[in-house]
């Protein structure tokens, strides 16, 4: 029997661990647990353990849990950490509380829109590409600087950056680069380290790291 308590308090452990052994404060890094493609009761057993702070991949797929969810459960924080199709802009302002993979101009144009519109704010990250991997979204690194400056013509102001490191490589080099990036841009926001790596991103300064399997368990796509 799955239980959501148990993988919860692991990780929680191990986080404030990370913390004290990086000399963060502790509660200084935002623990995000990743529930896209997760059977409802595993979900459901993490919001009985008390946590409120999500993340999703598909616009669709949240819509179809999380308003329910949201009327039965007090603080619920939601996050958007998966590719944002730009037709899906409206859809993710009006859901999520922070969006943590803006990654094109496209999709900022369509953000600000939706944001001046609907008069809500969700948090935004940038999407850099640490590894300049052809086949990965994200903002380049020699291009994020003016990318954050159009972003800032058209209103929108955010405060942090993610990434995703390259798969089979040591993460930490990746780490240390965005948050100096983060640092040169003045912001103070870093989205980075998932359920492998995390200890090392809290010690490169990770704001908000996302897990999801060690929480939950392996997911079934099938």
């Known amino acids: 029997m799955f239980s959501g308590f148990m993988g919860l308090t692991d990780i929680t452990s191990r986080l404030a661990a990370a913390e004290a052994a990086a000399g963060r404060a502790p509660g200084s890094v935002t623990l995000i647990a990743v529930s896209k493609v997760q059977p409802n009761e595993r979900v459901q057993a993490v919001l009985e353990a008390g946590h409120r702070i999500y993340g999703e991949n598909y616009v669709q797929e949240a819509q179809g849990k999380w308003p329910e969810w949201r009327d039965r459960y007090d ?8 590719p ?17 993979t803006l990654d094109r101009m496209t999709l900022a144009r369509k953000l600000a829109a939706q944001i001046q519109e609907q008069g809500r704010h969700p948090q935004l990250f ?5 590894g300049d ?4 979204a994200g903002i380049l690194v020699d291009e994020l600087s003016g990318f954050l400056s159009s ?10 950056l993610m990434c995703i490191p390259p798969e089979g490589l040591d993460p930490q080099p990746h780490f240390a680069l ?5 640092a040169d841009n003045g912001l103070p926001h870093l989205s980075m380290g998932m359920s492998s790596d995390f200890e090392t991103a809290v010690a490169e300064g990770a704001t908000h790291i996302r897990v999801g399997s060690a929480i939950f368990g392996a997911r079934d796509y099938g």
């Open 84 to 100: 944002l199709q730009s037709n899906k802009a409206k859809q993710a302002v009006q859901l999520f509380d922070a969006i943590h």
């Open 75 to 82: 603080g619920i924080d939601l996050h958007m950490i998966g």
């Open 126 to 130: 940038v999407q850099v590409n640490t």
């Open 151 to 160: 972003c800032a013509q058209l209103d929108l102001a955010p405060t942090g």
């Open 178 to 182: 965005l948050r100096k990036l983060a």
């Open 133 to 136: 991997e052809p086949q990965k």
